[in-house]
């Protein structure tokens, strides 16, 4: 089949009147669409359903591809393919609230396309981030008709713990993302002073001085972006507002439909614990195959061999490894699981396939990036069953050891003030430009990084006095943790509230080709401590009081070489990744004052604080 015919904006209704528009591509013959019952491919989303999708690339073709252009593909391939634009969005009717539409609205898409006469009654879905996030909405509905479903770099498991919130923090990517999509929406586009307005905002200069409330803010000329910004901003509390199946799949895998879903994640992506959490949620009680799959990458960038300054080789990409590109590894999905064609997807031939960080030259590559190489492994579970918990203890001389501390009183002070907060470096970042950027970098704060504060020159994050570093001794031989990280702090501070954030980082010695070493960022995590009694509740702290809270980072797999350290960066913020705690004990999101903040972490045998790591081995 050569072409395909095309139905453009179709008109979907949804149970509360509002239309959504939908475009259907149908394989043809000689210019006419064929006759038979097709099985669909749905895609909805709220960057434009014949916009250019900037992560349909490949690693031989650099221009991304516009929707039109991949559900072309799927009809010539013998699909019906929907895109579809979300509520408020582009040509749909209805106002964009993010996020919270999209159960109600994709289940009444999915029961509308397996009632159509071109439909043989099976949908399968697929989507990237906003893409993967509408797919656990409607799944957590149990639509009639879903029969597969690819969700790429996102499908909240439960969006107070990740993607939004994180921890008790708020996510400020939510800001950035809010900012370049009301340029985009509808009201803009048909306002010219609303779009003005927008035009003239400095994001960065906006982010240097957080003190926003609404109508003060640089979404204020967007008045239903602000709204809905703020809302989540100020919802703190895990309630009824964080538990609807739009953001809590946790809650509703039961009610998920038993059938085949791919989940596909990256170390350098928001989502990592979506996609880990997901993937042993909905394995549970279930014959139909649930897979895994995580590799080295950013948010969607599959295609490349690095994160940031960091390169993983050639068998980092999934093209050529793991499939000839993106598009064939879904078509090989969709035909395995639409009953076309019998496929063997090799990125899915175990329930678990990941990508370990590690093990390359050391060097830095033609385009000066380090080149810390890696492999693809496999397994049945995750962590893999191979992995074993193993703890190093913080010491009060700074050091890592397996060792737990021998005496008492033991503990180190640090100032945090809010007016200066630790710069985010790479990580686990995405939808933050202009002011921040995933993947893995150097612990260096340059005059270019973004910074509240900036420094004349460069200057190493270990440098601060509020970043807290712990290193194990170089380690006499290889080191491959594959799994979870956590870090089992005893604390305490001198304000009613205050956060905690970890970084765990692979620390290059000193050689020739890097004789200032690299300390490359791993993964991370934050708490905020009026949580510690729970997520639903608030608990201030008392001055001067010891308490021992759990700090969970994202989940890895890196291999440390010998010779390498092991470190971890403890702090009380992480800005602009996470919001700063002005540690005034104020309700979420309200930043009018703050106070600096003597906190103190806990090393002594009688609160003996340690890092958790799943180490192989």
């Not at 634009?85 to 040509?91: A, V, Y």
């Not at 909240?156 to 994180?166: C, E, L, T, V, Y």
């Not at 006095?465 to 290889?478: G, T």
């Not at 010998?562 to 309200?590: A, K």
């Amino acid at each position: 089949m050569a072409a395909s015919v095309i139905r453009r904006s179709l008109r979907v209704p949804m149970r509360d009147g509002v239309d959504l528009a939908a475009d259907l591509y149908l394989p043809d013959v000689n210019g006419v669409a064929v006759s038979e019952l097709l099985p669909v491919i749905l895609e909805r989303t709220p960057y434009d359903k014949s916009g250019i999708s900037r992560s349909e690339r490949s690693k031989d073709r650099e221009e991304p591809l516009a929707r039109t252009q991949v559900a072309e593909y799927f009809a010539q391939q013998g699909y019906a393919v929907v895109m579809q634009d979300c509520r408020g969005r582009f040509d749909s009717g209805g106002e964009f609230t993010k996020y919270v539409n999209e159960a109600e609205d994709g289940f009444d898409t999915v029961q509308w396309i397996a009632a159509q006469d071109w439909c043989d009654g099976r949908v399968g879905t697929m989507g990237l981030s906003y893409g993967a996030h509408v797919q656990c909405a409607l799944a957590a509905l149990n639509p009639p008709g879903l029969a597969c479903m690819f969700i790429d770099s996102g499908g909240f498991s439960n969006a107070f713990q990740s993607g939004i919130r994180q921890s008790g923090a708020f996510e400020m990517k939510q800001a950035t993302w809010a900012y370049r999509h009301a340029l985009l929406s509808p009201r803009t586009a048909a306002d010219p002073q609303r779009k003005a307005a927008l035009l003239e905002v400095d994001i960065a200069e906006w982010m240097r001085k957080p003190n926003w409330q609404p109508g003060e803010s640089p979404l204020s000329a967007a008045p239903e972006y602000e709204a809905y910004f703020f809302e989540q901003w100020s919802k703190g509390l895990f309630d009824g507002y964080w538990k609807r199946p739009a953001l809590f799949a946790e809650g509703y895998y039961n009610e998920f439909p038993d059938i085949p879903i791919a989940l596909v994640g990256s170390w350098y992506d928001p989502y990592v614990l979506a996609c880990t959490t997901n993937f042993r949620g909905l394995r549970k009680r279930r014959r139909s195959p649930v897979h895994l799959l995580i590799g080295p990458w950013t948010h969607g960038d599959r295609s490349v061999t690095y994160a940031g300054e960091v390169d993983f080789g050639e068998a980092a990409t999934l093209d050529a490894n793991l499939a000839v590109d993106y598009l064939a590894m879904r078509l090989s999905w969709f035909d395995e699981h639409l009953g076309r064609r019998d496929q063997n997807v090799a990125a899915f031939a175990h329930p678990v396939t990941f990508f370990q960080m590690g093990g390359g030259k050391g060097q830095c590559n033609g385009d000066g990036r380090l080149s810390h190489g890696g492999s693809w492994r496999s397994a049945d579970e995750w962590p893999p069953g191979s992995s074993q918990t193993r703890s190093l203890y913080l010491l009060p001389d700074r050091k890592l050891s397996a060792e737990a501390p021998q005496s008492s009183g033991g503990c180190i002070d640090f100032r945090f003030d809010p007016g200066d907060p630790v710069p985010t470096i790479g990580g686990s970042v995405t939808s933050g430009d202009p002011v921040m950027q995933g993947g893995a970098f150097d612990q260096i704060q340059r005059p270019s990084t973004f910074a509240v504060c900036t420094p004349a020159g460069d200057s190493p994050l270990s440098a601060r006095d509020d970043v807290i570093v712990f290193e194990s001794e170089p380690l006499r031989e290889d080191l491959v943790v594959c799994g979870r990280v956590i870090a089992e702090l005893w604390v305490s501070s001198d304000q009613p509230d205050t956060d905690f954030t970890i970084k765990l980082i692979d620390v290059y010695p000193h050689s020739d080709g890097l004789p200032d070493g690299f300390a490359m960022n791993l993964t991370d995590g934050i708490f905020r401590m009026r949580y510690r009694a729970g997520w639903d509740r608030e608990v201030f702290m008392e001055s001067g009081e010891v308490y021992m809270v759990k700090v969970h980072a994202f989940d890895v797999s890196n291999l440390f070489a010998r010779g390498h350290r092991i470190r971890v960066d403890i702090s009380s913020s992480n800005y602009p990744r996470f919001d700063i705690n002005p540690n005034t004990g104020n309700p979420c999101g309200d930043t009018s004052d703050s106070r600096v903040a003597i906190n103190t972490v806990h090393c002594s045998a009688d609160y003996p604080s340690r890092l958790l790591l799943d180490v192989e081995g």
